[in-house]
């Protein structure tokens, strides 16, 4: 084996069916193959699921982001765990470019689940020795984990794209007080300043947006609206029709994970000055599926990159949410 590089043999990579390209992107990367996955469903639906190499005394990667359709990810996640552990895998990874359930991150009403602790739990037991993922939704996710756990950021990725462009009359918007230092962080890497908007949130699909007092915007004629992950979009539409009432022609919105379910596509790409959607394939986003406002930008080289360091013992710190930009 070359100094720096992953061994081939010394390591084995999968895919569940959540987003094989990204996982075959990641393996690219690395040099090594992106190994067979057979995923079957039985006459009553339970899923049966076989790896198609051998990973005795090996160690064990397996890609899949809790995209939708999430509890059937889920469970093949937890499965092909399961599976390396009891085939004798050295060490047994889960790499979760989405990590969908950190939205569930603490108790604000009776009678519910924490569920992101629950999953965390559950990946313990189904045989993960160690986790990554990027971007989770609240800070506090990765203090559930009781194994080694990576949060990695999108970041740089974000910065390099937008370090291209012509920002001037340009300022970040942060679309509530929870994704305010994040968007911070990333204002700063590109030379722009920030503001915060405040969110009431009324439901799953409604929301409020005030905060943002016209001083702010003082000087800018575009936006980028940065967040973690867009849904269903409501608080994306309320930001964009608060900043267009503020005199804010252009906007651009920009998040890592875009999950756009309920025509939340459809509905930004609607508002009139919105001109650009950039988001990562953490999720994967069908082609029939995309617009010509959308701009998808790959995180593989990141969750490449931290594999490569982890493997080689080496620090992987500038890649963390709260780290610096990957070097170039």
Same mark, same amino acid.
């Given at each position: 084996m070359e100094s720096g590089t992953i061994d081939p043999g010394d390591v084995r990579f999968f895919s569940g069916n959540a /987003?094989?390209?990204?996982?075959?992107?990641?393996?690219?990367?690395?040099?090594?193959?992106?190994?067979?996955?057979? =995923?079957?469903?039985?006459? /009553?639906? /339970?899923?049966?699921?076989?790896?198609?190499?051998?990973?005795?005394?090996r160690k064990v990667f397996i890609v899949q982001p809790l995209s939708p359709p999430v509890n059937d990810h889920l469970v093949e996640l937890l499965m092909m765990l399961d599976i390396a552990r009891a085939a004798s895998a050295r060490e047994v990874q889960a790499i979760i470019p989405y990590f969908s359930f950190a939205r569930s991150d603490k108790k604000d009403a009776p009678r519910i689940s924490i569920t992101a602790r629950l999953v965390a739990d559950l990946l313990k037991a189904s045989g993960a020795t160690q986790v990554m993922t990027m971007m989770l939704h609240s800070p506090q996710v990765h203090g559930f984990f009781s194994m080694p756990a990576d949060p990695l950021s999108s970041r740089p990725v974000l910065q390099h794209y937008f370090q291209q462009r012509d920002?001037?009359?340009? =300022?970040?918007?942060?679309?509530?007080?929870?994704?305010?230092?994040?968007?911070?962080?990333?204002?700063? !890497?590109?030379g722009l300043q920030s503001v915060t908007a405040h969110?009431?949130?009324?439901?799953?699909?409604?929301?409020?947006?005030? !905060?943002?007092?016209?001083?702010?915007?003082?000087?800018?004629?575009?936006?980028?609206i940065y967040d973690d992950e867009i849904a269903?979009? !409501?608080t994306i539409r309320e930001v964009s029709h608060l900043l267009a009432?503020?005199?804010?022609?252009?906007?651009?919105?920009?998040?890592?994970?875009?999950?756009? *379910?309920? /025509?939340?596509?459809?509905?930004? *790409?609607?508002?009139?000055?919105?001109?650009?959607?950039?988001?990562?394939?953490?999720?994967?986003?069908?082609?029939?599926?995309?617009?010509?406002?959308?701009?998808?930008?790959?995180?593989?080289r990141i969750f490449g990159e931290a594999i490569r360091r982890n493997y080689l013992r080496q620090s992987i710190g500038s890649l963390f949410v709260f780290g610096n930009d990957i070097e170039e």
């Open positions: /987003n094989p390209q990204l996982a075959k992107d990641i393996a690219g990367y690395l040099g090594v193959p992106l190994e067979e996955t057979a =995923i079957t469903r039985f006459s /009553n639906d /339970n899923l049966r699921i076989q790896l198609g190499a051998s990973v005795r005394s920002l001037s009359q340009t =300022i970040v918007v942060a679309p509530d007080r929870g994704i305010a230092e994040s968007a911070f962080r990333f204002a700063e !890497g590109i969110k009431v949130r009324i439901s799953d699909t409604e929301v409020k947006v005030g !905060g943002i007092i016209p001083q702010q915007l003082e000087g800018s004629k575009r936006a980028i269903t979009g !409501g009432k503020e005199g804010i022609e252009d906007i651009c919105v920009v998040c890592t994970h875009g999950v756009f *379910v309920r /025509n939340a596509m459809e509905k930004l *790409v609607a508002v009139p000055q919105i001109s650009e959607i950039v988001t990562t394939d953490t999720v994967c986003i069908p082609p029939e599926k995309r617009h010509k406002k959308l701009t998808i930008l790959s995180v593989a």
